[in-house]
Structure formats: structure tokens, C-alpha cells
């Protein structure tokens, strides 16, 4: 049997530190949160007299119920572009050794580099000459575009761990390059796949720049952005922030704790690929 030894007390010690560490920022978020308005102490002393009012505050003046339903929409649509065209474009990229397929994934992996914002005066022209701004179509083309490189990049190293033995089987079996890539490959992509989609969800739903240019003057919101609406000049409304902040986490958290284990899989596995 394992001996409890100093070393294992200075783990647990380090552990503990590291879950207060993360632990603090959320009891203040939840604290102001259910906070009367009228309670102007510090906001490390817990609320004595929590209060939901705050909730159904933030959702009615900040319209939180189109906001939610606009940023679910973009990240699910959103992401699901990104990894259906980035695994498509990564599979002949790992695979194919001509001089074109270095060359592409060199110019693809340009827009890891380049700054997006160098972009976004002739990015906005397009989608005004497109018809696209003010609706959530805009930023649902912009991601798609955005974050490609990066699920190339991670679904192309993936892939080149891969052995080809199994496809190799499939085409020889009489199956196409596409039938053995969508029966054969693309199951076993399963884990890089569940990385990609929590790194490009979260950043699509937690962006703020992009949904504050793209619909800017139309009744059309995301969550951060319908968030920093609580926020004026001259009055800030904390705790109806706060409040907003809880409902733009609720359903983050719900997904993650329904796809706890095959995140956690996914994670695992991606990163040994």
C-alpha cells in the first residue's frame, strides 16, 4: 500500500491552493450576483439577504432571451462549419506528400499569423456589400473563416499520427477517398475533434469585438455584447451584470457537465495525437 508521505500532503496543499485560486473569482460572480442593489459592501463579504430579483432584472432590460438564442445559433452553426470543412481540408493535406500540399497548408497556416484586425475595414465592406450585416449571418462567415487554420493545424498533426492501414484496407475494398475518409478516418478522429469543438466554441461565445462591429445598430445581440449594454457613462449596474454574467455561463456549464467524459476523452486523446 501507498504510504501517506510529505510529498503527497505538499500535492494536496499545492492542489487546494489551485482550486482557491479558481474557486475565489466565482464565489464573487455568484456573490454579487444575488446581491440586493442597495448592498454596498465589499463584495468578498458574503450577501446576508441573497435575492433572485437581480436574475429576471437582467433578463428583461438586457433582452437576454434573443441574446442567448442569437449566440447559440452562431456557435452552433459556426462550429460546425469550421470542423466539417477543416477536417475535409486537413485529410489531404496529412496525407498527400506533393509540393502543392506543403504549399497549401503554408498559406493556410498564414492566417494563424496574420491579425485579423488588419482585415476588419474590408471585411466589414464585404459584408455590407453582401447584405449580411446586422444579422447573425455575418458573424457565422466570419468564424467559419477565422478559425479554420487552427482546426486545420490541429486535425493536419492528428492526422499524420494516424497509421494509413486501415484506409489503405478501405480502398482496397472498392471504397472511394471520401466513402474511406467518412467510414474509416473520420471516426477516429473522434478525440481531436472534441478538442477542436470546446477551443472553437468557446472562443465564438465568449467573442466581443466581432458581434459589436457586425451588428452594430440593429436589434440583433450576442450575449457579451447585450452583457456590456448594463454599462453606461455615468451609471453601471453591478449586480444586474453579474447576474447577466451567471446566465451567459449556465448554458456553457450545462453542455460541459452533459459532455463531461467525452470532452475530457477527447482531451486526452488530442493531445497525445
Avoid at 501517506?4 to 491552493?17: D, I, K, Q, S
Avoid at 452562431?74 to 470543412?85: D, E, F, G, N, P
Avoid at 492566417?111 to 466589414?124: I, K
Avoid at 465568449?206 to 453606461?232: C, E, K, R, W
Wanted: hydrophobic content about 55%; proline content about 7%.
Amino acid at each position: 500500500m501507498n504510504r501517506y508521505r510529505p510529498r503527497t500532503f505538499g500535492l494536496e496543499l499545492v492542489m487546494v491552493a489551485a482550486a482557491l485560486v479558481v474557486g475565489f473569482p466565482v464565489y464573487v460572480l455568484v456573490n454579487l450576483a444575488v446581491r440586493a442593489p442597495s448592498d454596498t459592501s465589499s463584495p468578498v463579504r458574503p450577501t446576508t439577504a441573497p435575492t433572485l430579483e437581480n436574475f429576471s432584472q437582467a433578463w428583461q432590460q438586457g433582452r437576454l432571451g434573443g441574446a442567448l438564442v442569437n449566440s447559440v445559433v452562431v456557435t452552433a452553426v459556426s462550429v460546425t462549419v469550421v470542423l466539417a470543412v477543416s477536417s475535409l481540408a486537413a485529410y489531404p493535406l496529412a496525407r498527400v506528400t506533393a509540393r502543392w500540399s506543403r504549399a497549401t497548408f503554408v498559406l493556410i497556416m498564414l492566417g494563424l499569423v496574420l491579425p485579423f484586425q488588419l482585415a476588419a475595414l474590408p471585411l466589414y465592406q464585404t459584408m455590407r456589400d453582401l447584405g449580411l450585416l446586422g444579422t447573425p449571418w455575418a458573424l457565422v462567415l466570419f468564424y467559419a473563416g477565422l478559425q479554420v487554420p487552427f482546426t486545420v493545424f490541429l486535425y493536419v498533426g492528428f492526422l499524420r499520427a494516424l497509421p494509413r492501414d486501415f484506409e489503405d484496407a478501405a480502398l482496397i475494398d472498392g471504397c472511394t477517398p471520401l466513402q474511406g475518409f467518412r467510414y474509416v478516418v473520420l471516426p477516429m478522429l473522434k478525440p481531436v475533434t472534441v478538442t477542436a469543438l470546446v477551443l472553437n466554441a468557446v472562443a465564438v461565445w465568449n467573442d466581443f469585438f466581432t458581434p459589436l462591429l457586425y451588428l452594430s445598430g440593429s436589434a440583433q445581440q450576442t450575449m457579451p455584447v447585450a452583457i456590456a449594454g448594463f454599462v453606461g457613462q455615468y451609471v453601471t449596474d453591478w449586480n444586474l451584470i453579474f447576474a447577466a454574467l451567471v446566465i451567459s455561463i449556465l448554458p456553457v456549464l450545462l453542455v460541459y457537465f452533459l459532455l463531461q467524459r467525452s470532452i475530457i476523452n477527447g482531451f486526452a486523446g488530442g493531445l497525445k495525437g
